[in-house]
């Protein structure tokens, strides 16, 4: 999916002219072409400016993790040590637990449970929904980016990049808020 997402971005971004679609742009992303990878399309779009800083780093991220998954002879799950090492690399992973930090779940005897221990009980599977969070906000970021692109411009995608990358920023601010007022 953000393969494919990248390349619908970086189709956006290239001249749409039918004869030079056909002729160069296809080639290019074609199956020996110096698109046809994941990692040149990630780079390709960072280097146009495309992509912030943050979401660069998830797709690297993703790129490691799928490598992992894909290319081990030994099997791989979200409880593998390598495969949560990536997962708590995710932008969003830092901005998920500052949240889930905040709350607590109740036993039946009353007593508080924390998300940690609800964690190490194996009823959160935390690794596998941040990866899941992570990937469904990099898709829509990415998707946000090519529609802009396509209605407005590149230079108009890369200022969408760019204040798309504050989210990690506004999102601590906003909890940091939340918390001085007492409302989370």
């Known amino acids: 999916m953000l393969d494919e997402s990248l390349a619908r971005l970086l189709r956006a971004a ?15 992303f074609g199956p020996n072409g110096p698109l046809s990878s994941f990692w ?16 660069h780093s998830d797709l690297e991220v993703f ?18 040590t390598t495969v949560r090492h990536l997962a708590n690399l995710l932008s969003t992973t830092v901005h998920l637990r500052v949240g889930m ?4 779940a109740q036993a039946t005897d009353g007593k508080k449970v924390s998300e940690d221990q609800l964690v190490k009980d194996g ?15 990099s898709l829509a970021i990415i998707e946000g980016i090519t529609a802009t692109v396509s209605k407005s411009g590149i230079e108009a995608g890369r200022l969408m990049a760019q204040e798309l990358g504050n989210f990690g920023e506004v999102y601590l601010k ?8 007492g409302s989370l």
Do not use: W
Request: proline share 3%.
């Open 174 to 181: 906003y909890k940091k808020e939340q918390s001085r007022s």
């Open 101 to 104: 930090d905040t709350y607590t």
């Open 40 to 55: 040149a399309k990630l780079h390709l779009a960072n280097v146009l400016g495309l992509l912030n800083s943050s979401l």
């Open 14 to 28: 290239f001249i749409s002219k039918e004869p030079v679609q056909k002729k160069s742009i296809s080639k290019l």
């Open 63 to 80: 790129r490691k993790l799928r490598n992992r998954f894909a290319h081990q002879m030994e099997p791989a799950d979200f409880g593998d």
């Open 123 to 137: 009823y959160v599977k935390t690794a596998r929904a941040e990866f899941n969070v992570c990937l469904s906000l």
